[in-house]
């Protein structure tokens, strides 16, 4: 059978898609050529390991793996990772969980036309604070899965050095280190508001079917299409409600005991780069 031999779990708005769109660079690795998000863990377990295989049917001797950052929060999947591919090694991409999180409301105002505030956001979807709790969602997979079978990228290391926090990642999978992606300076998944919404919302949703019924090959086919003007509005720009500082406060507090066991965890002070008062960071 041929099964991935790593799996990237999330976090969801942490660097994922970046992260997917620099390992299929790698000559050794291989990625389904169709689809980012197989989802099968979290989605379409159901469907059964051959329909999962099945992804992977062309990698013949590079080595298989895929990205859905779902898997991280999805309480399901460390057990069926584990009962399925027990030596899976594993990479979860974590961000400033703050950040992360209005990240994560920029993207419900893109996919949706959300109309609230921030804090609208907060309180319409209380769950998505819980997202941004690395060390409490990391817990599950380590009880499962040993300690070295997991690698965490800090998605400011990605920013700040690409080229060592890539080349980390690839020496865990056991391919050549040394490799250095082309476009490395590539935004990937970046939230913008959509200058045509309705046509913009239709489009995922048809995305979503197509992707559920075979057909990725096409969607994929599409996204390479020039189709920028429908997705950054030009009068609005990316302008979003932006996060208030008492807000900001309280979040940081909401986090900061899963921040310390997460440095705990990774012998690495995170307080320094996360849960500080400043500027948005940029996304990939």
Not at 244 to 255: F, I, K, M, V
């Given at each position: 059978m041929t099964l991935p031999q790593f799996i990237g779990i999330g976090a969801l708005k942490a660097g994922t898609s970046y992260l997917d769109a620099?390992?299929?660079?790698?000559?050794e690795l291989c990625l389904p050529p169709t689809t980012k998000e197989v989802d099968f863990f979290s989605h379409h377990?159901?469907?059964?390991v051959d329909w999962y295989e099945g992804h992977f049917a062309q990698c013949e001797g590079r080595v298989p793996?895929?990205?859905?950052?779902?898997?991280?929060?999805?309480g399901r999947c460390p057990g069926r990772i584990a009962s399925v591919i027990p030596r899976a090694l594993l990479v979860a991409s974590v961000r400033d969980p703050v950040q992360r999180l209005h990240s994560q409301y920029k993207h419900w105002v893109q996919e949706?036309?959300?109309p609230g505030s921030f804090d609208d956001f907060l309180q319409d979807h209380p769950d998505s604070v819980g997202r941004g709790m690395y060390f409490q969602l990391l817990s599950p997979y380590l009880e499962v899965f040993p300690a070295d079978q997991l690698h965490v990228v800090v998605f400011e290391d990605m920013l700040a050095d690409p080229v060592a926090a890539l080349q980390g990642v690839f020496g865990f999978l056991g391919v050549d280190p040394n490799h250095v992606p082309s476009n490395m300076d590539?935004?990937?998944n970046a939230s913008g508001r959509p200058r045509?919404?309705?046509?913009?919302?239709?489009?995922?949703?048809?995305?979503r079917w197509l992707h559920d019924h075979a057909g990725s090959g096409v969607v994929a086919a599409v996204k390479r299409l020039p189709l920028e003007r429908l997705f950054r509005d030009p009068e609005k720009g990316v302008a979003f409600d932006s996060m208030?500082?008492?807000?900001?406060?309280?979040?940081?507090?909401?986090?900061g005991k899963d921040v310390e066991a997460l440095s705990r965890l990774l012998d690495r002070e995170l307080h320094s780069i996360w849960l500080q008062?400043?500027?948005?960071r940029p996304e990939h």
């Open positions: 620099m390992l299929r660079t790698h000559p377990y159901e469907r059964g793996g895929e990205v859905s950052p779902r898997y991280l929060f999805d949706t036309r959300y590539q935004a990937v045509f919404h309705a046509a913009y919302g239709q489009a995922k949703r048809l995305s208030s500082a008492d807000t900001t406060r309280r979040l940081a507090d909401t986090y008062p400043a500027v948005v």
